[in-house]
């Protein structure tokens, strides 16, 4: 009998999981798209467990100092007076990502299409002459001496200023270089990995624990959401009226947090039977190696060079 296992089970590297498709054109309804979204969301996670297990430069570095030299680049990127030393840090980022088995065009999704949501159209008003004033780039209107409306005054000249672009430019690039060095964490340290790191750095251990039981706890919940809808679905003999819906929404509702709350309950009552005295033991030694030495030094001289990238801003006439 051959006792090998089958090499789809033994292997350590993982295939994409199938994307499930969540379009709106797609969606039929409520029950539908409550599981779409329950599918993609374990399919994003297993994906992100599969890039966690590859042997990257990312993954190999010890957890501990990787956390610390995110915190540091975060601080510089932070601080950096230069934008021309927030595009190296982006160019930078992208090259580790491609080095730690990061597919580059998903983690261009997962940085840049947030920053340019949240962080560019927040900065957006401030390139106007009205909020930052300035050098005008480009003139939108141009009076005589300013217009009342009511109570309020416009100037004579709304336009786009070059200060205005500079301000945008910096808020833009500082918080998608921020947001790529937690995505770069996040992608390549497992999730209770990563919680004990943070544990091994100061943080109350019982919050690593709330840290640690939420993310286990959440997909088993969410399988059991699942099996709430399949229930429902299994039911449904005919179309539902909107008031059935909201009927049945509300009972679900009801009756999934009272399930939680007793799960909570049963939770509790096996850790204390296990032994727990609510002290959570999470730290480990901390082994450094010359990987893990020579990832800290960079991290170091990197954040050196971009918290001071105003000498090459200033020859670069940034």
Request: positive net charge.
């Amino acid at each position: 009998m051959n006792r090998e296992l089958p090499g789809w089970l033994s292997g350590a590297e993982y295939g994409q999981l199938p994307v499930v498709h969540t379009g709106w054109w797609r969606r039929t309804g409520y029950l539908e798209k409550t599981l779409a979204d329950i599918q993609q969301i374990m399919a994003e996670d297993m994906y992100q467990s599969a890039i966690a297990a590859r042997t990257g430069v990312l993954q190999r570095v010890e957890p501990r100092v990787k956390l610390i030299g995110t915190g540091i680049l975060l601080l510089a990127v932070a601080l950096s007076p230069s934008l021309a030393a927030l595009a190296a840090v982006h160019f930078l980022l992208a090259g580790v990502a491609v080095l730690s088995g990061v597919e580059i065009d998903k983690y261009i999704k997962r940085v840049w299409i947030p920053a340019l949501l949240f962080a560019g159209l927040a900065a957006l008003p401030g390139t106007l002459s009205w909020v930052t004033p300035g050098d005008a780039v480009v003139v939108f209107y141009q009076g005589t001496g300013g217009y009342h409306i009511g109570s309020f005054f416009l100037p004579e000249q709304l336009s786009v200023t070059r200060q205005g672009l500079m301000s945008a430019a910096f808020i833009l690039l500082r918080a998608a270089a921020s947001l790529g060095l937690v995505t770069l964490l996040v992608q390549t340290t497992r999730w209770p990995v990563l919680t004990k790191a943070i544990g091994g750095l100061g943080l109350p251990s019982v919050f690593v624990m709330v840290l640690d039981l939420t993310y286990r706890y959440l997909f088993l919940f969410l399988l059991l959401l699942t099996e709430y809808i399949l229930g429902r679905k299994s039911r449904l003999v005919a179309v539902e009226t909107p008031q059935g819906k909201l009927v049945w929404i509300g009972g679900a509702l009801a009756g999934f947090f009272r399930m939680l709350w007793q799960y909570s309950g049963e939770i509790t009552a096996a850790m204390q039977a296990r032994g727990y005295t609510g002290v959570n033991h999470q730290s480990s030694p901390l082994r450094l190696d010359i990987l893990d030495v020579c990832f800290l030094s960079i991290v170091v001289l990197v954040a050196i060079s971009v918290w001071g990238g105003s000498c090459f801003a200033g020859n670069l006439n940034f």
